[in-house]
């Protein structure tokens, strides 16, 4: 699954490799530089000796910036995703993180009944600038730390949600995050982390991928499009990017050409792009790891219907898990979550 | 601590912001059942003392969150009244512009954030808030309103926590009108007072009475003063009753007419009035003027509504977003 990595590469041989964890690091770190507003509210994110949060993103950061900056909190979601809100509210650019996504639904009043809702409800006087950090995706970790959320959080009007694919889209989407004066949910996946050490993820994908030294920002709502083709369009996030693209190729060995769509953020969604590339191949296959239904493949699949009806060649499917929860077994692991060879069989189908 | 003494110029401001609450209810009461302002309305007659004597404590620049029953802080606040009253005509002068309603009135710019109608949900919020006073080395403190309900919710637990192990500069100020809706509070909680679960966050907690606005004055300012020295914050419970239903269509009957009785005996506007009366500081006439430029205030508001604008419906599109 090396083709992504090699096209982010390509695109400026001036940079640096490096692993999601450190661009993420890297954009939090350049923008508490820039911008003393900007503090980190987590658990287990600062304590020395510590883990630099569940996956060490913030590790070391409380060594540059100091522990009122980057603050561990006890054990408590609903506050952190509270305390961010008000401290928002109050003029402070909050980056709060759960471990685990799952925990989300811990702290799903103050994200879904407060922070989204406190600007339109003082009829625009209010701005939230905040963003809560989650890791989603199974990892052998059973039912309750594995979850893909993102279909919750972009039902939500009010929030704004990114999930990045890779470092380059990790770094700039995170300080764009950070600077906009919205509440963002920001997904990131387990298995493209690249943590190392003892929290090295076990089945990680090895995704390095070449960060620019100079300073740079992703605007939401722009898709990329990794890979061009004219049979079949394939929309993915996250991990399923990585499937995706190996799909493709794997495609293209049986002479099918599938270009390829990484969202990079749910909401705002870039339907423009999405809509070109399926009024040009005619297919559309959405490639998604939350449960089939009400992912937002199927917010996906609706507006594509509506659309783009007549340049649609064939139905639209989804490729997603099946409506149960996340299995603990290896086994049943890999069936649940969407495969190459499931992505590969949907597009054949479809010819 | 030593009794703050009150100028009279203080006491008076007191006076009239409490019968500027009561009046404030009692107008918006009887245009809701002449049926001018959609919407459901929870309301705070009874509970002023509790509004006015938090409110008057504080300063300029400081914050209130408040609750689904937030016309009396709002008010006390010192929130225009022709705002509020436009935003419960739902008109885009009000001070949410239409978007908020009854539950949701407020004014960041004016020291009062929109008000949050879950149930304890503003505890976490009223918590950061006063995180970015600390962080941005403000001189402010935040005064935090709920119920006796909120106290059982987990985001009280949460909030609160974290404001004591950080010293945060916020009063958690319990309402305690001893029911959760229809719900008696010793029914839901086994400790005797609220403020006896200051002790499991290593905090002050006090309760005192609620409808006596000097005492509920003295021990906000003593609280506040706590907060703002750095010492963080105080869980303070006062002793109030709601003389209304819960909502509009609620006529109490889970309520003993000898308990509401008796309540309205501690009425603290009667109270005020009557020990001023005694004193001297009030005569009838200045009752008498008082009260008629707060009827007069009333009737600008309400005018004031009814000829301001609605928001167009499309409008219920913006504001989702900044950018």
Known sequence: ?351 | MKEVSLTKEKKLAIYRSMVLCRMFEERVNSLFLQGRMPGTIHQAQGQEASAVGVCQALQEHDMITSTHRPHEHAVARGIPVKNLMAELFAKKTGCCGGKGGSMHIGDAALGMLPAIAIVGGGIPLATGYALSFQYLKKPNIVACFFGDGASNIGSFHEAINMAAIWDLPVVFICENNKYGASTAIDQVMKVKRVSDRAAAYGIPGKTVDGNDVEIVYQAMQEAAARAREGKGPTLLELETYRLAGHSRSDPGHYRSKEEVAEWKKRDPIARFEAAYLKEGLLTDNLIRTIRSSVEQELNEAVAFAEASPSPLPEECLTDVFVE
């Open chain 1, 1 to 351: 699954m090396s083709s992504l990595n090699e096209r982010v590469s390509r695109s400026d041989p001036e940079g640096r490799k490096m692993t999601i964890v450190e661009a993420l690091r890297e954009a939090l770190q350049e923008e508490m530089r820039r911008d003393e507003r900007v503090i980190l509210l987590g658990e287990d994110i600062g304590v020395q000796g510590g883990f630099g949060g569940a996956f060490t993103v913030t590790l070391g950061l409380a060594e540059e910036f100091g522990r009122r900056r980057v603050i561990d909190t006890p054990i408590t979601e609903a506050g952190i995703a509270g305390v961010a809100t008000g401290a928002a509210l109050g003029g402070l650019r909050p980056v709060a993180d759960v471990q685990y996504g799952d925990f989300l639904f811990l702290a799903m009043d103050q994200l879904a009944n407060h922070a989204a809702k406190l600007r339109y409800m003082s009829g625009g006087k209010l701005r939230v600038p905040m963003v809560m950090r989650a890791p989603v995706g199974a990892t052998t970790r059973g039912a309750q730390h594995a979850q893909s959320l993102e279909a919750f959080f972009m039902h939500v009007p009010g929030l704004k949600v990114a999930c990045p694919s890779n470092p380059y889209d990790a770094k700039g989407l995170l300080k764009t995050a950070i600077r906009l004066d919205d509440p963002v949910i920001f997904f990131e996946h387990k298995l493209l982390y690249g943590s190392k050490g003892s929290r090295k993820e076990a089945g990680g994908l090895e995704i390095f991928g070449t960060v620019p030294q100079e300073e740079y920002l992703i605007p939401f709502g722009q898709a990329r499009v990794l890979r061009q083709g004219p049979d079949v369009t394939l929309v993915a996030n996250l991990l399923m990017v990585h499937k995706s693209m190996q799909a493709a190729q794997n495609l293209a060995e049986a002479g099918i050409e599938a270009e390829v769509i990484d969202v990079r953020t749910l909401a705002p969604f870039d339907w423009p792009t999405l809509f070109e590339s399926v009024s040009q191949t005619g297919k559309l296959v959405i490639v998604e790891e939350d449960n089939l239904t009400g992912g937002w493949g199927a917010e996906v699949a609706a507006r594509t219907a509506d659309t783009c009806i007549g340049y649609l060649q064939a139905p639209i499917r989804r490729v997603a898990a099946p409506d149960t929860p996340v299995p603990f077994a290896p086994i049943m692991e890999n069936f649940y979550v969407p495969s190459v060879e499931r992505i590969v069989a949907t597009v054949t189908e479809l010819m």
